[in-house]
């Protein structure tokens, strides 16, 4: 079946721009996770969904990092002014929702900010 | 706060050549400890997930053991397209962890012909 889906896979913006990137997860996934991945480094978390109720927002860098998911199932995580330093893949991964369902990821969005 | 520390950072062998991958942590409580795959430009693929010390699960050339200090991948025979970065991550019990996984930076493993 189908699985996690991003889009766009890339995105450069100017430092100062805004950006939202998109996450379709697993069709019936109640649970919804992003993460932030330095190059060369592992994926560090950002924030939990359980169907749209935002769980924890503990791993955002900052309230310029912003995620929703109105209806329970499509995910956007928006950043706002744009800096450097937020340079990374940003993934998606979604499960069924009980704490030690796997995750599975999204294959992530490159954000390069120039 | 949960640590995950991976080594070697990076390993080299020829095809064939078996070998271990380690993944050390401190967590306050373990519900879990997760391998992940992740090939260049895309997501972790999952592999396995072990729940307590003394558990061992096997998929084709790898196996995954875990302790109450860390775990270890073994590679057995690897072969090129085996060729990876391999990620572990643990998640912990409690109110305050929730569903989140603690990442380790992974080992970037290189099998050549």
């Known amino acids: 079946g189908a699985g996690v889906s991003q889009s766009p896979r890339y995105k450069v913006a100017k430092r100062g721009q805004d950006v939202a990137l998109r996450c379709d997860p697993i069709?019936?996934?109640?649970?919804l996770f992003w993460y932030q991945q330095a190059l060369g480094q592992g994926p560090e978390f950002l924030t939990y969904?359980?169907?749209?109720?935002?769980?924890?927002k503990s791993g955002l860098p900052s309230d310029r990092f912003f995620a929703e998911r109105p209806e329970g199932s499509v995910s956007t995580l928006k950043i706002q002014r744009t800096q450097q330093e937020d340079s990374a893949v940003y993934l998606c991964?979604?499960?069924?929702?009980?704490?030690?369902?796997?995750?599975?990821f999204g294959p992530g969005t490159r954000l390069t900010v120039l | 706060e949960d640590q995950v520390t991976q080594s070697p950072e990076a390993l080299r062998l020829q095809e064939g050549e078996s070998s271990s991958l380690n993944c050390s942590y401190t967590?306050?409580?373990?519900?879990?400890l997760f391998w992940y795959r992740q090939d260049p430009g895309k997501g972790p693929e999952f592999l396995f997930t072990?729940?307590?010390a003394g558990e061992e699960k096997e998929k084709e050339r790898l196996k995954a053991t875990l302790t109450k200090k860390e775990s270890f991948l073994h590679i057995t025979a690897p072969k090129p397209e085996d060729s990876a970065t391999y990620l572990c991550?643990?998640?912990?019990?409690?109110?305050?962890?929730?569903?989140?996984?603690?990442f380790g930076e992974g080992t970037q493993l290189t099998v050549n012909p």
């Open positions: 991964a979604s499960s069924l929702g009980r704490p030690t369902d796997t995750q599975y």
């Open positions: 967590v306050s409580g373990l519900r879990g």
């Open positions: 991550a643990v998640q912990a019990k409690g109110e305050t962890s929730g569903s989140r996984l603690t």
């Open positions: 069709s019936g996934h109640v649970s």
């Open positions: 072990l729940y307590s």
């Open positions: 969904f359980q169907n749209e109720a935002q769980l924890d």
